[in-house]
């Protein structure tokens, strides 16, 4: 216990900074750009975030699953050897894909978004995977310290780029995407010399063959999952974008970033220190322990929830006006709804990572269903006829149903009080 109230000061310290550099990214840019410029970069991000989650994320989840069995082993390198050429080639083929439908979408249709845009806010996919990579390991093998600097790092440089490409390009979408973009992948050259990883080793002979098969099983049930958070979280910006126009959806963007981020940061908080700990005692067959952790876990989400939300609910006004562009204040009596809906996102993290430990992908195929669906039958009914205020109850709504059926799905109750074993070593994508 002392050693995780160690690690958790460390990475909540750092997730407190990224929330930070976060909120001084929309800050910037809320008062650089208007509504509907605003709202152009957040549609873009929002395509590249699905193309990175779809194609990216589930490799990533692989390597964070499988690196305590692989440590056991002392076979870390050569996990590393294997997996990282296949998350490379993930990257790189996502990009590309998403570059080359984007343009064709805008010769198609002769949307007023320009190439330069749509290039700079999707190749962004290739640093956003190499970072991801690379913290994931540091995680993976509770290098808080190089894990948190190298994201803080990154959040609070993009502010600045972002800044310094609009002055010297304009105040245009283009020209923050620019810097986004610029600022990523200058600080993944810093960091990847600064904290130097330990080399691949070639993978080879009946081990790699087995091993890469149990990856992909393992990652494979994860693809089609990718898009169903991304429904949920980010389609709203689309529906209202159709329906209202692209200011009405930079507008409910911005005010989501604000009333979401810190629950985020709270889910990677509890993500960063008490998954590592749960994937260990239930691959070395201790359930006392992991009970203990999943129990830790879940108190601490739901007490970092309590007091979030309630500083929503009680200051959405000054929230509002600290963190956004005069434009921008109109949206403040969303903050509350908004945040209620991310307390439950936080709290499924934890339910997802049991599911994972268990081997357990399909299931959460299910819940990430029902909540995705639930999201766009309310959206399509919602936002038409209330605007912001529906995508903010549609998500909440949905957030509630998933939320429900992970409960039942994960036996929580039966978790916390008898914790989880060692799962059946034949059991990826069960």
Known sequence: MKRIAKE??????GQALVVVGRFATVWWLTHLLDPGAFGEVALVQGIA?????????????A???FHPEAAADGRTGALHGLLRPLVARASWATAAMLVAVALVWKAATGAPVTALTLVAGLITVVPDT?????????NAARRHVAYVTWNVADALARPFGAAAAIALIGKTPEAALVGLASAGVAVNLVCARLFEQPRGERAEGEWAVSTRARLLRFAVPLVPLAIMPWIVGSASRYFLAGSS???AAGLYAAIAGVGSQGFIALGL????????????????GDARRSRRVLAGWLAALGAGSAVGVAALALWAGPI??????????????LLPWIGAAYVLYAMQTAIEALLYARHKTG?????QTAGAATALALFAILIPRYGGWGAAIATLVSFAVSSALAVALGDVAATLRAGVGAPAPEGPGR
């Open 63 to 65: 390597g964070l699953r």
């Open 49 to 61: 975030a699905l193309g990175f989650a779809f194609l990216c994320g589930p490799l990533l989840q």
């Open 269 to 284: 908080f509890g993500l960063t220190v008490f998954r590592p700990l749960f994937f260990t005692a239930v691959d070395a």
């Open 8 to 13: 958790g000061l460390v990475v909540g310290v």
């Open 320 to 333: 509002t006006r600290l963190c956004l562009g005069p434009e921008f204040q109109d949206a403040a009596p």
């Open 130 to 138: 190499f970072r991801s990579y690379e913290t994931n390991r540091f």
């Open 363 to 367: 299931h959460w195929l299910w819940i």
């Open 245 to 247: 126009g692209v200011a």
